[in-house]
């Protein structure tokens, strides 16, 4: 095997393999779009819902942001508390350290959290802030996890800061807890975040075929089910490739071994739950999973009858990031939708061949570019539909176009077969809509008048 | 009367915004127009994000996507390099440069930058100006502000001396500050021309966050007052400010024109309006038009039927500064108890309230609205408010729970009447589900 590079060290930062492009190219001024690196921090760590989430800087870094993601919670909810150090201009001129120590002490007596998280932001991070020493003191001296994530917006893209999380995970919480003796060991699902109560569906799935959740990394999570991770027998990396960094660790550090999977579209997760099953060694349980995916299928493919009549031949434009672009065309296929163009300016090497491996070669990729450039994708090749983030939703509205929305904001799941259903049904609604039929016909007094003769 | 602070070294629940956003609100009003956030990535990412959420609408928006080593070396070529892209590819008609915290602390000059680029392009035509913004002071209000009088003044300075002014007494400027909805902006344009003036709404965000269905995708903002009618607004008679964070913008055009301003605090309930259409009727020489006479009767009318709804009643408020005046005069003319008010921060106006008023977060309000009725805030509340049992009324920024909240009036009697109508709704309901509880639990 060749040496690693160090080139390739950094790409797994963005999740690519590959050398030839350019891993975590430098967002272009004026033309940048999409989060920084303590937006992806906090994605991936917001989902512990019984932790408090500190972040560390001036209000913006928290007060723009608080609420604004799609993880849903099954109990406790001190995850969705908006704490800031709320810093002022007195504190960046004397240092901030002082007020974060109070706040941290605060937020413990007041709320008695398992673990508290804090996020270093820019200005923090510029004046040289001791994150580090003030959390592993104010750990000690409180008896609880008192953890620093270091991914201030600054270093890079949102991915950067999904890895920047998982390694703050690996340094300070995975192997500092053992689960209760008899607790049933199984899977890790890692990077899958319970946006519109997927995890839910997931794990209704799993636990049908007998196979258990060891700790979700980290979608509706207890902080304490993360300190265990180490004792799973498997790690299932959903969709992020910005923690396979994390799956490899753990492979390398515990024995764990890993597979890339995605539960969106019957077939995937069919895969996934074999995958699962067969990596856990165990006879019995891949018997179970044959069992369960056979009959989810078959049912499936019932219920999806009368909307694959609608749906096929329907051209879709799809626009999301990273795994997302090739794991939902596999849903989309199994629905008889025809991807016509496809964003690929997050995906690696490693996506795109999965993309192609999947789509026509009629199919347009669309490297970059934002709204207009899908606008015109859409156009050119006469999509019915646009499938992509929330960020463009309102974009798509103007022009009319029948749109979903596949991104974190979102409010429906479209995980396991139950989602698969469930996009079906939302893809024909969207279509069967009135509303574009009376948008796009012009008030009385603007007809011209039809011609007639005298 | 004063201004209280709960000791407590965290923010818990913010309601601060930070201030950048408060510049990419205003320069949404204005048509063919670039907000370009001078920081990381996420500075300008969570204000479109968020604004996308309130108003439903794309949002324009740029960065100069600043990373760790722009910032020690040089920030400012990023900036130049936005520049440029944005000029050269969407030709905006004005380009405001908002800077952050981040260029803030590291003292990254882009005032000197951006004076040397306009002489260097030659940037004839357009308007382009900078504002400092750094988000450990103010919130949105104070951004909004900032950047109006940023505008105003770079307005001035590019016409205001050319030569002598010919004032235009029927034209009216008017400042709508941070906390009106597009449909409150279109209410205040329509009263004001009601009176027979030509209204120019610096900015005007009635006619680019309101929804319409212009065709055609562009990046910049699509509505909005043109820059040409922002330059006319320069002859105007008279300028009106609706909230007291816009009485320095209206300053400025006193200072530099002798354009005469009268500034309105609030605009919300009997009073508030009265004292407008009474102000515009001297002021013309016209008289109130029919239909405001026949709104105030509706008002009073409603705020009659509405009385027992409200009475023995209480309730906690927590908005931003100019809004938490106007909303609470209102409030003192429906009879609620007023419990707390919070406020983002501290301005002249909240320090002056003959109520008492906190600087605080929605954790505030939640231990000092302990037992209200009513809450009004942002939909951040949302979960407080259910915490203390009280009715949820959403107001101010970011809303998200209900549809159309930017186009809900509340200026004017109409407005009253809609929000008292509200109001009053939703502590009917409240009672109700309380009575059917305890039937239940019995």
């Known amino acids: 095997m060749d040496p690693v590079r160090k080139d390739e060290f950094d790409s797994e930062a963005c999740g690519s393999l590959s050398p030839k492009s350019k891993p975590c190219p430098r967002p272009k001024p004026g033309e940048a779009a999409g989060g920084c690196s303590f937006d992806g921090a906090q994605i991936t760590l917001l989902p512990i819902m019984d932790a408090a989430h500190l972040v560390h800087g001036p209000i913006a870094c928290a007060g723009n942001s608080w609420e604004s993601r799609g993880a849903l919670s099954s109990g406790p909810s001190l995850s969705q508390y908006g704490f800031a150090t709320?810093?002022?201009?007195?504190?960046?001129?004397?240092?901030?350290e002082k007020k974060l120590k109070e706040s941290i002490d605060y937020i413990a007596g007041r709320f008695a959290p398992?673990?508290?998280f804090v996020y270093s932001t820019c200005v923090t991070a510029l004046i040289g802030e001791d994150m580090d020493a003030v959390c592993k003191e104010a750990g000690e001296r409180l008896h609880i996890p008192v953890i620093p994530v270091n991914s201030p917006g600054f270093v890079g893209s949102k991915n950067l800061g999904n890895r920047l999380a998982g390694d703050a995970l690996l340094q300070y919480v995975i192997g500092t807890g053992e689960p209760e003796p008899g607790t049933p060991l199984g899977v890790n699902l890692i990077g899958e975040y319970n946006i519109a109560g997927e995890m839910w569906d997931i794990e209704k799935l799993m636990n049908s075929a007998g196979i258990a959740v060891t700790s979700r990394i980290t979608g509706d999570a207890r902080y304490k089910e993360i300190t265990w991770a180490h004792r799973a027998k498997v790690n299932m990396v959903v969709c992020s490739r910005a923690l396979l960094g994390l799956a490899k660790e753990m492979e390398s550090r515990y024995g764990i071994p890993y597979f890339e999977g995605s539960f969106y579209g019957a077939k995937e997760t069919t895969y996934s739950l074999r995958q699962m099953a067969y990596?856990?060694?165990?006879?019995?349980?891949?018997?179970r999973v044959d069992r369960l995916t056979e009959r989810e299928e078959s049912r499936l493919a019932m219920d999806l009858r009368p909307y694959r009549k609608l749906l096929k031949g329907k051209k879709a434009v799809l626009y999301t990031g990273g795994v997302k672009s090739w794991s939902v065309i596999s849903a989309l296929k199994e629905l008889g939708v025809q991807v016509v163009g496809v964003g690929t300016n997050k995906s690696t090497e490693d996506d795109v061949r999965r993309i192609a491996d999947r789509v026509g070669d009629d199919t347009e990729y669309i490297p970059e570019g934002g709204a207009s450039r899908i606008l015109k994708t859409v156009r050119e090749r006469k999509a019915d539909i646009m499938i992509a983030g929330g960020r463009n939703m309102y974009v798509a509205m103007?022009?009319?176009?029948?749109?979903?929305d596949i991104n974190q904001e979102r409010h429906k799941a479209y995980a396991g077969y139950e989602g698969l259903l469930r996009l079906a049904k939302e893809l024909t609604y969207s279509l069967a809509n009135p509303i574009w039929k009376l948008a796009s016909s012009p008030a009385p007094w603007d007809k011209e008048a039809p011609p007639y003769d005298r | 009367m004063t201004v209280n602070r709960r000791k407590k070294p965290a923010s818990v629940n913010p309601i601060k915004i930070g201030q950048s956003l408060g510049a990419v609100l205003a320069l949404q009003g204005c048509y063919r127009a670039m907000p370009l956030i001078?920081?990381?990535?996420?500075?300008?990412?969570f204000p479109k994000a968020l604004l996308t959420r309130h108003f439903r609408e794309p949002i324009a928006v740029q960065t100069s996507a600043l990373q760790e080593m722009d910032v020690i070396f040089d920030a400012n070529r990023n900036l130049e390099e936005a520049l440029n892209l944005v000029l050269s590819k969407h030709r905006p008609d004005i380009i405001g440069i908002v800077g952050t915290e981040l260029t803030d602390v590291a003292g990254v000059d882009y005032q000197s930058l951006l004076k040397t680029y306009k002489r260097e392009r030659n940037m004839r035509g357009g308007l382009a100006f900078s504002v400092v913004l750094p988000d450990f002071r103010g919130s949105l209000e104070s951004g909004f502000s900032t950047t109006v009088e940023a505008m105003i003044d770079e307005m001035i300075q590019q016409v205001g001396?050319?030569?002598?002014?010919?004032?235009n007494t029927r034209q009216i400027t008017l400042l709508p500050g941070s906390f009106l909805t597009p449909a409150d902006v279109m209410e205040l344009k329509e009263m004001i021309s009601s009176f027979g003036f030509d209204v120019i709404a610096v900015p005007d965000i009635s006619t680019s966050l309101s929804g319409h269905l212009l065709t055609g995708f562009s990046p910049l903002t699509r509505g909005g007052v043109p820059l040409d009618s922002m330059l006319q607004s320069l002859q105007s008679g008279l300028t009106i400010a609706v909230g007291a964070s816009m009485e320095r913008p209206a300053r400025r055009l006193h200072n530099a024109l002798g354009t005469?301003?009268?500034?309105?605090?609030?605009a919300m309930g009997l009073k508030a309006t009265d004292d407008l259409l009474h102000f515009l009727h001297q002021i013309s020489g016209e008289p109130v038009p029919l239909r405001y006479c026949w709104q105030r009767e509706n008002l009073l009318d409603s705020m009659l039927d509405a009385h027992f709804q409200f009475a023995g009643m209480s309730v906690v408020a927590a908005l931003e500064p100019d809004h938490l005046y106007s909303v609470?005069?209102?409030?003192?003319?429906l009879g609620m108890e007023q419990k707390a008010l919070i406020a983002s921060y501290e301005t002249p106006i909240v320090a002056g309230m003959e109520r008492e008023v906190w600087v605080g977060d929605l954790d505030d309000a939640e231990v000092l609205g302990k037992d209200a009725d009513l809450w009004i805030s942002n939909s951040h509340g949302i979960a407080g408010a259910e915490r203390i049992e009280a009715a949820f009324l959403a107001a101010g920024f970011p809303v998200w729970s209900e549809l159309g909240a930017y186009m809900s009036v509340s200026v004017g009697y109409r407005g009253a009447m809609e929000w008292s109508n509200k109001a009053g709704d939703l502590l009917m309901r409240r009672e109700a589900e309380r009575r059917e509880g305890s039937v239940r639990h019995r």
Do not use: T
């Open chain 2, 38 to 45: 001078h920081g990381s990535q996420g500075c300008s990412a």
């Open chain 1, 86 to 96: 709320d810093l002022n201009d007195s504190d960046i001129i004397f240092g901030g």
């Open chain 2, 161 to 167: 001396h050319r030569g002598s002014r010919n004032v």
């Open chain 1, 279 to 287: 990596l856990m060694n165990d006879r019995e349980m891949e018997r």
């Open chain 2, 328 to 333: 609470s005069s209102w409030l003192e003319e």
């Open chain 1, 398 to 404: 103007k022009e009319q176009i029948p749109f979903i």
């Open chain 1, 114 to 116: 398992p673990a508290i």
């Open chain 2, 260 to 266: 005469p301003y009268k500034v309105f605090n609030g």
